[in-house]
């Protein structure tokens, strides 16, 4: 799907599908004027009806209309002025995305991005109308050997209207880079997405192959057990144990910084890839558990990134790792009781064999140690706990560097892909004591993600650092069920402004 920008006149253009804005209100506002005028008053007889008043999110399709050269006119509502906010825009963006996908127009042309918006540019607009277009119209029906979900969505090319060039320079980058988010999204959902007996460790090490392949700038390496042995990986090897496949650690080194550039620290971003986790020996009870295919999202999350940084080219160095395992229970695997040594020579009293994300995230994050980073980033699925203090409205963040957070709360709030912050307290950090190890893997039934977090915090002492908890936004269960491709827009709009773009 293309996206551009188009300086045509609305009235007289042939497009497929024509997607005005309006306010609520019983006769034609401003923005319909022109168009009520063309058309012979139909769209004051449409207001009049009564089938359409512009509230938000409401949508109508008019077909052929009379006086108009375009084949199709949506129109969208878009409530009281003084109320649209950005929430609203959102519910905005996604009803014109489903009604536009609904019809069969290959091409289409707005303007509904320069509505005015308190606080939020036309660019900030167009970039969230793109993505709800990504969203609906994203499929994953390649498992299914007939009757695919439905046909595929015909909408080839999507122009935004502008008035001059100024205009369209501003508005450009933000189109790509909108698209490019999109194309790391769903990366991320196709990969969360497969199942576990598809996506195992070595698939999605062939997978960050493929994006090393397909980019010049991603250089992909893949570490096996034995390099991992050698490293001392001791946690993360005792949770691959109970498991048949075997365990990768992949990195993939991204330079988008220009030929002879100095180099400069990269940031690191760390994404749990458990590719299936029944609990092992602690073995989580079997509603639902298909959906734990989906605790390798922290990873995807990574190769999604990856591939939208590339394609926006950002000049920026970013490395990621993806520990991936699968935790499952086996005659080899980790007991309750048994005490492992991390590569950072701290021992673990493994509680609780259902903590595995943790156990392979520390030893990622001490070997991210070698790439001297400005800061690393950890994304995981790691706490059920998550779900039950912030829902699937935002996710969990925890760090030891208030600027860093900063940084992720103002993308996250930017991007509409939200997070919360809580409190890293030495207090927490007691619960994780043991008699008989350096510490535990687990803190107790309280404050389950802060006490996960401080886990990690053991292992990050030297870096700047921060920590995303995705347990409750990488995926939706239920009639929904489906990967969400977060949090790519929260760390690819933080990543942009990194860039200084
Ligand atoms: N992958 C799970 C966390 C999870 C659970 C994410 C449900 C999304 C939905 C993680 O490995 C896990 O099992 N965590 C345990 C930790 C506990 C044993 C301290 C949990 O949250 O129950
Ligand atoms: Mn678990
Ligand atoms: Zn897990």
């Not at 760090?399 to 912050?421: H, I, P, V």
């Amino acid at each position: 799907m293309q996206f551009v920008t188009s300086t045509e006149a609305l009235a007289s253009s042939t497009t497929d599908c024509l997607i005005i804005g309006t306010f609520e209100g019983k006769k034609p506002g401003p923005e319909l004027t022109e168009l009520d005028q063309l058309s012979d008053g139909l769209l004051g007889k449409v207001l009049k009806s009564g089938d359409f008043s512009g509230e938000t999110a409401q949508t109508l399709l008019l077909s052929a209309p009379a006086g108009l050269a375009c084949q199709r006119l949506l129109l969208v509502g878009c409530g009281k002025k003084k109320e649209l906010d950005a929430r609203a825009w959102r519910k905005i963006s996604e009803a014109t995305a489903k009604a536009l996908l609904a019809t069969r127009a290959t091409k289409a042309l707005t303007n509904l991005h320069s509505l005015p918006l308190e606080g939020q540019d036309t660019a900030w607009m167009a970039s969230q109308l793109i993505e709800a277009i990504g969203q609906a119209s994203y499929r994953f029906d390649k498992l299914k050997s007939k009757g695919k979900a439905d046909k595929p969505p015909a909408l080839k090319r999507l122009a935004f209207l502008v008035a001059d060039q100024e205009q369209e320079s501003q508005l450009k980058p933000a189109l790509s880079q909108a698209e490019a988010i999109n194309q790391g999204m769903k990366l991320c959902k196709d990969l969360a997405n497969l199942p576990g007996n598809v996506c195992t460790p070595s698939y999605l090490a062939d997978q960050a192959e493929a994006l090393g392949e397909e980019f010049k700038t991603i250089k992909t390496s893949v570490l096996d057990e034995k390099a991992m042995e050698k490293l001392g990986m001791g946690a993360l090897l005792s949770v691959s144990r109970g498991s048949r496949e075997p365990a990768k650690l992949i990195v993939m080194e991204y330079n988008g910084l220009k030929k002879g550039a100095a180099k400069g620290k990269p940031i690191v971003l760390v994404g749990k890839g458990l590719t299936f986790d029944a609990g092992g020996i602690s073995l989580k009870p079997a509603a639902a558990m298909d959906e734990m295919k989906y605790d390798m999202c922290g990873g995807a999350s990574v190769f999604g990134v990856m591939r939208a940084i590339a394609a926006m080219k950002l000049p920026l160095q970013v490395v990621g790792v993806v520990p991936s395992s699968e935790n499952l229970p086996d005659g080899a695997a980790n007991k309750p009781g048994d005490i492992v040594t991390t590569m950072s020579g701290q021992t673990v009293e493994i509680l609780n064999t259902d903590a595995e994300g943790r156990l392979i995230l520390c030893d990622a994050l001490t070997y991210s140690q070698r790439f001297e980073p400005e800061e690393v980033i950890d994304i995981a699925t790691l706490t059920g706990a998550c779900i039950v203090a912030l829902g699937n409205h935002a996710a969990g963040l925890l760090g030891n560097d208030q600027a860093l957070c900063d940084g992720l709360l103002a993308a996250a709030e930017a991007s509409g892909d939200r997070a919360w912050q809580l409190p890293l307290w030495p207090e927490y950090d007691e619960q994780l004591k043991s008699p008989f190890a350096d510490m535990a893997n687990i803190g107790g039934r309280e404050a389950g993600t802060i006490t996960a977090a401080s886990f990690l915090a053991r292992y990050t002492r030297e870096m700047r650092w921060a920590h995303l908890d995705i347990a409750g936004t990488a995926w939706k269960g239920g009639s929904e069920k489906g990967a969400t491709g977060r949090p790519v827009p929260l760390l690819t709009r933080y990543l942009i402004q990194r860039a200084g773009k």
